[in-house]
T-cell receptor
Framework: AQKITQTQPGMFVQEKEAVTLDCTYDTSDQSYGLFWYKQPSSGEMIFLIYQGSYDEQNATEGRYSLNFQKARKSANLVISASQLGDSAMYFCAMISDRGSTLGRLYFGRGTQLTVWP | KAGVTQTPRYLIKTRGQQVTLSCSPISGHRSVSWYQQTPGQGLQFLFEYFSETQRNKGNFPGRFSGRQFSNSRSEMNVSTLELGDSALYLC???????????????FGEGSRLTVL
């Protein structure tokens, strides 16, 4: 069964500092994708970054990077130079590329990030 | 290109009524999936549609149903509403069924349903 674990219910970071949000996953599938989404209080789920299981390099998107350690089944999100607008809930999610769970994203419980000035 | 569009954004219903939510995926995307988000249960998978066929279904009662049209737009319906159905309903669209390889799996802004 697929499972995503985010162990940090809340994180605090000062503006302009870097922060790492943890995510571990459990799957027996070989081909899968890992996603990070940001959800502000308005509710929309904003795509941040994607990492495929066969991608050899860690994904980067502007200030976001994904620290992918396949053997440890970990996909941590690193936000560099935090901004006040980064305050939101962050979700890690996984989807498999085949099998009975095809088409379904599995989400962690989320990490509430607060950026203070 | 336009993103995923969900309508209505907010709605209030009373117990026993029914509701229909709509999701228009990104142009060219053929897969639409639906999720329910509540404070207690988090994000839960409802169902996934691809090429007008329901391909996968989560563990929800039969009151929750959906469909997908030939233009890939999708609707979900909840009948005989209960207080516990109050939630944010999110729809996601992707090019293929998984988004693996492309990373293209995007969400709409959600429809926030309140049942009184």
């Amino acid at each position: 069964a697929q499972k995503i674990t985010q162990t940090q219910p809340g994180m605090f970071v000062q503006e302009k500092e870097a922060v790492t949000l943890d995510c571990t996953y459990d799957t027996s599938d070989q081909s899968y994708g890992l996603f990070w989404y940001k959800q502000p209080s308005s509710g929309e789920m904003i795509f941040l970054i994607y990492q495929g299981s066969y991608d050899e390099q860690n994904a980067t998107e502007g200030r976001y990077s994904l620290n992918f350690q396949k053997a440890r089944k970990s996909a941590n999100l690193v936000i560099s130079a935090s901004q006040l607008g980064d305050s939101a809930m962050y979700f890690c999610a996984m989807i498999s590329d085949r099998g009975s769970t095809l088409g379904r994203l599995y989400f962690g419980r989320g990490t509430q990030l607060t950026v203070w000035p | 290109k336009a993103g995923v569009t969900q309508t209505p954004r907010y709605l209030i219903k009373t117990r026993g009524q029914q509701v229909t939510l709509s999701c228009s995926p990104i142009s060219g995307h053929r897969s639409v999936s639906w999720y329910q988000q509540t404070p207690g249960q988090g994000l839960q998978f409802l169902f996934e549609y691809f090429s007008e066929t329901q391909r996968n279904k989560g563990n929800f009662p039969g009151r929750f149903s959906g469909r997908q049209f030939s233009n890939s737009r999708s609707e979900m319906n909840v009948s005989t509403l209960e207080l516990g159905d109050s939630a944010l309903y999110l729809c996601a669209s992707s090019l293929a069924r998984t988004g693996v390889g492309t990373g293209e799996l995007f969400f709409g802004e959600g429809s926030r349903l309140t049942v009184l």
